[in-house]
């Protein structure tokens, strides 16, 4: 594992441009309050993931810069929540000699979004699949990114590998013999006396430490699966048949532990069957992956129509209604023409296939190296390459993901009042 120390992420060219206005305000401050607001905003579009506690505030007190003690002020306040876990946040050591300390450029944007969250009373956990019928469809690699920037945002976070391949697991460096039952296991003994036990002697924490001193503020869990569940799978309704319905299995099994967590996240394999159908009844949510690459172009209404199929008996069961809750492009080549042109066919598709409820996130992932490099055994770009663009693209998409869960919540909650 690539230890934060090794990259100290300062982001020199931020500083830079930070210094440059700190003498650009000082002299057009009065005339020219156009050209700060541009700077602002420049600051505000870097695409880097983490920035300098002091670059950080010079930049937020752009109108009247600190002085030198309330910066050191406000350095210490800051370093002093960071290493008490109340924000995320990177402490770096050079020696035993200089300390910095590093927080996420888009911490403001955290911080409003999660006191919206508690304004409105969001109940966590909050369980969500993430799918395609399609492979090779960028389902695990969002999966397993969302979930580490969830954690890094401070969130307790689960991922189910429920992939029969066990990717998601194997990304970490999990394979058999690291656990105890895989989550297929699990769920042909969720009627045994002992399967509180058993589910929770099943989870594996991935130990995030080792790339963050101090930094990680929430934590990340896996129940995992190998490859050798892809027999099982077929047999699973045949398993299952003593316990009742297949399809409430994972809900019964995640019910014994998910209090132990703000998000569940279900990386779920390529197909349309029982496995989608057992993952919607444990979850709240569907995320869509997508990518976008000349032979991936994929029919939309061949992924959701097997959902939209199910809803009802959801509603049945849950009694509330599944969300789908966006379109993830992932793998991304923009100015690739086809690549584009399937990128701007997938945003009409998903508006038109869930009567414009649901649209494409903002942000989409570019290609690039990192994201198979980092899938070795660290499992997330934040933890193989944590100063690179694409960290800072997976805290953009986690934070749009929490902010469209808060507006569907907050509509659930007035939909009483009008
Ligand atoms: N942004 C990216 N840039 C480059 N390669 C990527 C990117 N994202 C994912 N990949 C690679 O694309 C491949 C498919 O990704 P992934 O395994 O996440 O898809 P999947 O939908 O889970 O596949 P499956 O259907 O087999 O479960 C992997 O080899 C992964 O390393
Ligand atoms: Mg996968």
Do not use: W
Not at 106 to 112: A, K, N, P, S, Y
Not at 207 to 217: H, K, P, S, V, Y
Not at 294 to 315: E, Q, R, S, W
Request: with cysteine; proline share 4%; aromatic share 8%.
């Amino acid at each position: 594992m690539v230890k934060f120390e090794n990259k100290k992420p300062t982001n020199v060219e931020i500083g830079k441009r930070i210094d440059k206005k700190e003498s650009t305000i000082r002299a057009f401050k009065k005339n020219h309050p156009e050209k700060i607001e541009q700077l602002e905003l420049e600051h505000k579009e870097a695409t880097y993931p983490f920035l300098n506690i002091k670059e950080y505030l010079q930049a937020i007190n752009l109108d009247e810069p600190l002085s030198e003690k309330d910066l050191l002020n406000e350095i210490i306040t800051l370093s002093q929540r960071i290493e008490k876990k109340e924000l995320p946040g990177t402490i770096y050591i050079d020696g035993n000699k200089f300390k910095h300390i590093f927080i996420p450029a888009i911490i403001d944007r955290l911080e409003g979004i999660k006191d919206f969250m508690n304004d409105i009373k969001i109940q966590l956990p909050i369980t969500i699949s993430i799918g395609n019928h399609k492979g090779g469809a960028i389902k695990t690699t969002n999966t397993t990114n969302i979930a580490a920037s969830l954690a890094y945002f401070g969130y307790k976070v689960l991922i189910v590998d429920f992939d029969p391949q066990g990717n998601a697991s194997g990304s970490f460096g999990i394979y058999e013999g690291d656990y105890k039952y895989t989550i297929v296991d699990l769920l042909t003994m969720s009627a045994d006396k002992d399967i509180e036990h058993k589910v929770k002697e099943s989870v594996i924490n991935i130990n995030m430490d080792n790339t963050f001193e101090n930094g990680i503020t929430g934590k990340l869990d896996i129940l995992a699966n190998n490859a050798t569940m892809s027999e099982q799978v077929e047999d699973l309704p045949s398993m299952t048949r003593h316990i009742g319905t297949i399809e409430n299995t994972l809900d019964r099994v995640l019910s014994y532990i998910k209090n132990d967590y703000d998000f569940i996240l279900i990386d779920l394999p390529p197909r349309t069957d029982v496995i989608l159908r057992t993952s919607m009844i444990a979850s709240d949510y569907f995320l869509v992956s997508l990518n976008t690459q000349p032979f991936a172009k994929m029919g939309m209404p061949n992924i959701l129509n097997p959902i939209n199929k199910y809803k009802h008996v959801y509603k049945q069961e849950k009694n509330k209604d599944f969300i789908i809750l966006g379109g993830i492009v992932a793998c991304h080549e923009s100015g690739v023409s086809i690549q584009d042109a399937n990128y701007n066919q997938m945003k009409e598709d998903i508006l038109t296939c869930t009567d414009n409820k649901t649209s494409l996130f903002d942000t989409y992932i570019p290609k690039a190296s990192v994201i198979p490099e980092s899938q070795q055994g660290d499992g997330a770009v934040i933890f193989n390459s944590p100063t690179s663009k694409i960290t800072r693209k997976y805290f953009d998409l986690t934070l749009e993901i929490l902010e469209r869960l808060a507006i569907e919540k907050d509509m659930e909650n007035n939909k009483g009042l009008n």
